[in-house]
């Protein structure tokens, strides 16, 4: 008869304590590679297969997997290059804690009892781009779970957040297009709330209506940048895409260029916006950047790879992912609350340039 192999047995063979040879599947990092490669190597020799998942869960009283929590399709996930880059950092920073992930899109138009949010267990929660006023937010700061917002909500000190200053970088693509000598200029958002697909123009009412605090975020920032160069704030003409991706900005770009033609330069929500723009203004007729300067905000490789390259506003979405799961573990773990601002910079490459006129 067999004798069942256990983390003591593993620990016998290679003379090292129970505790060690836990913390090769439970906790890596405590680990040299060496070490954890020696007892995962005797492991799969004697044919031990990992800690038991079910007993794992009820004594340490965690289900080893987070919750990713954003408000699109979750096609959105793998087709969107922003979120593909966020992901990729999430992902890095999950598995090498040893945390699954779980994803849970609450899309437009989805009543909140017919998703997964609140039924799934998890240990903690990322809340992806989602406004503070949608009720996914409320049910998750009910749960009482740990939980880190990404780019919004801001819940101050409840939370872990990460972010970026919005404000600034959408000051520095203002005022880019402004010292290139531009004065009509136009702003190409994506949604107004996380589940409005609202799209057409944006009067004032409007933008105060906007729930998407980076959206806010980005309208003062171009309008800081109009003050600055003594211009009317208020001159900057808003329309909305009604979606983050290019066949929605495409369509959107098409009729707000076609009802304002005075626009000498865009300043995107996002590339993915931008370059659906620069495809409605090849199909106007209008070149770019010689009848319309184009900023986008980001940075995903595709910006660097249109034809022309695009100006954009480059964020590190990569370790945004990283940055934000670091700190949901750090939650996890019973420690305080952190906020993590990363840098942004203007890159400037040949979708813009002086005005023709």
């Avoid at 937010?137 to 972010?163: H, N, Q």
């Avoid at 304002?260 to 931008?274: K, R, W, Y």
């Avoid at 007729?285 to 009848?291: F, L």
């Avoid at 790879?305 to 939650?331: I, Y």
């Amino acid at each position: 008869m067999s004798t069942r192999v256990t983390l003591q047995t593993i620990a016998d063979e290679l003379g090292v304590s129970r505790a060690t040879v836990s913390n090769a599947y439970n906790r890596p990092d405590q680990l040299s590679p060496a070490l954890r490669a020696r007892i995962l190597d005797s492991a799969t020799r004697l044919g031990y297969h990992g800690p038991d998942a079910a007993a794992r869960m009820l004594r340490t009283g965690r289900m080893q997997s987070i919750g990713l929590l954003f408000t699109e399709d979750l096609r959105y996930v793998f087709t969107d290059p922003d979120t593909m880059l966020f992901m990729q950092g999430v992902a890095e920073t999950s598995a090498l804690a040893g945390s699954g992930l779980t994803l849970l899109p609450v899309p437009p138009g989805k009543e909140l009892e017919a998703t997964a949010v609140r039924s799934v267990p998890t240990d903690g929660h990322l809340v992806f781009s989602v406004d503070d006023h949608h009720p996914a937010v409320a049910a998750l700061v009910t749960a009482g779970r740990p939980m880190v917002t990404v780019d919004e909500p801001d819940l101050g000190d409840r939370t872990s957040f990460v972010g970026i200053d919005d404000r600034l970088g959408a000051e520095l693509a203002a005022n880019h297009l402004i010292q290139l000598g531009h004065r009509r200029l136009g702003v190409l958002l994506g949604r107004l709330s996380s589940t409005s697909t609202t799209t057409g123009p944006v009067d004032a009412q409007g933008q105060a209506a906007i729930t998407i605090r980076i959206a806010r975020q980005r309208i003062a920032g171009y309008r800081d940048a109009f003050r600055a160069a003594g211009l009317e704030p208020d001159s900057i003409v808003v329309w909305a895409a009604g979606a983050n991706d290019p066949d929605s900005a495409r369509t959107a770009a098409n009729d707000f260029l076609t009802a304002h033609p005075e626009l000498t330069g865009l300043l995107c929500f996002s590339d993915q916006i931008a370059i659906g723009a620069a495809q409605a203004a090849e199909r106007l007729g209008r070149h770019v950047p010689g009848d319309l300067s184009l900023v986008g905000f980001d940075d995903v490789p595709r910006a660097a790879a249109w034809d022309p390259p695009l100006t954009t506003v480059r964020q590190p979405l990569v370790d945004k992912g990283r940055a934000a799961a670091d700190l949901l573990l750090e939650l996890i773990d019973g420690r305080p609350p952190r906020r993590i601002e990363l840098p942004i910079e203007l890159v400037v490459r040949a979708s813009s340039a002086p005005p023709s006129s």
